[in-house]
């Protein structure tokens, strides 16, 4: 993957709200010629299996070799990522159950580093088709695949409608499940995971990373679902956003913590 | 067997008092037969009950109230599942 220009990277602000959230939802980001490209090939795929789909179709390649989706990437992951795994999610039409909630792969025991799961939706995916349910600020939680898996529903949980062309980054930690759908319509999202390449600091653009509108990011990010624990978890992203910014002395966590404790 | 079956309801609260507010919720319900819908992942935006106490109060039994939380020294800022989980029961007849 070669260097973006700067203006396709992700702002200070669009990267306090992926650490507060633990996603972006980037909409209409792939041009829609493309996107009924690779639709067509969805519909028509008889490939080896839905894993295999990524080194089958180049079209698929073209929409993550678009400036403007590199630029989302290299800002977070670096210039050079690594491939983890990748694929071609369905849910067949009026398909009606829906998946347990689960964090993806096993407990990670990288502190602060993470993966980025990138779900590409090619079409339209309204809510009754079934776009996957997330939970925003679940990406910090220290939880092993279907552990979560008793839960149903919980405050703030949002599905990811969106119109064609929106790829939705998520932090490999992030809470998931796949929906119903009601539709007569099959959906999909193609998924690709991505290991960083090198140290996720300073990789977006930085500019006014230290300006009080990123401060009040987090401290507004409180999700209604977080109760007692909203000021750790508070701690924890503001941990996280040293990390990414590259700064291990700026302090944007509840009471400016960080430095009284002297973490 | 009788046609008495039971439900579980598990409410998850912001904290540890049984009159805080309800984050989450989940309904198994041993009166729907195999092939009937249980509640399913993302099926309803708004809990039954706003509270556990709110759930008492309407039939409900408490099965299980949550260990508080133990933290360990250097991991105090670390969390995992949901707290404050309360199991509840009822029971009913089969549906029909």
């Not at chain 1, 698929?60 to 800002?75: M, R, Y």
């Not at chain 1, 062309?165 to 809470?175: D, F, K, S, V």
């Not at chain 1, 992203?237 to 960080?258: C, H, M, P, Q, T």
Request: overall charge negative.
């Amino acid at each position: 993957m070669s260097k973006v220009e700067r203006h396709h990277l992700l702002t200070a602000t669009q990267m306090a709200q992926f650490v507060v959230d633990g996603y972006l939802m980037l909409e209409g980001i792939v041009p829609q010629e493309l996107n009924q490209k690779v639709y067509q090939e969805q519909m028509n795929y008889i490939g080896k299996g839905y894993d295999r789909f990524w080194f089958e179709s180049e079209t698929i390649k073209e929409v993550f070799e678009l400036p403007q989706v590199k630029g989302i990437i290299q800002s977070l992951v670096g210039e050079h990522p690594i491939y983890d795994h990748s694929y071609m999610h369905i849910v067949s039409a009026k398909n009606l159950k829906a998946q347990n909630w689960h964090a993806d792969s096993v407990i990670d025991t990288r502190p602060l580093a993470f993966d980025i799961q990138c779900f590409y939706f090619s079409h339209d995916t309204p809510k009754e088709m079934g776009p996957t349910l997330i939970l925003p600020g679940s990406h910090m939680r220290r939880v092993h695949n279907f552990s979560i898996g008793r839960y149903k529903n919980i405050v703030g949980q949002k599905q990811l409608a969106c119109k064609a062309g929106t790829i939705a980054i998520l932090h490999h930690g992030l809470w998931h499940c796949a929906q119903p759908n009601y539709t007569d319509t099959t959906r999909y999202v193609f998924k690709l995971r991505l290991q960083p390449g090198q140290q996720q600091r300073n990789l977006f653009n930085t500019d006014d990373y230290d300006n009080p509108e990123i401060t009040s990011i987090f401290r507004k990010g409180y999700q209604p679902w977080l109760g007692n624990e909203d000021r750790t978890e508070h701690i924890q992203r503001a941990k996280l956003w040293r990390y990414v910014v590259g700064n291990d002395s700026i302090d944007v966590s509840f009471e400016k913590v960080l430095s009284r404790m002297n973490i | 067997m009788g046609k008495l079956r039971q439900q579980i309801l598990i409410l998850h609260l912001e904290n540890p008092d049984l009159n805080s507010r309800t984050v989450a919720w989940a309904l198994y319900d041993g009166a729907r037969t195999s092939d009937q819908l249980q509640m399913r992942e993302g099926d309803e935006e708004t809990p039954p009950y706003d509270s556990v106490l709110a759930a008492m109060r309407d039939g409900w039994f408490v099965l299980q109230i949550p260990s508080l939380p133990i933290y360990l020294h250097g991991a105090e800022h670390e969390s995992g599942h949901l707290p404050y989980e309360y199991v509840l029961e009822r029971k009913v007849d089969l549906h029909v």
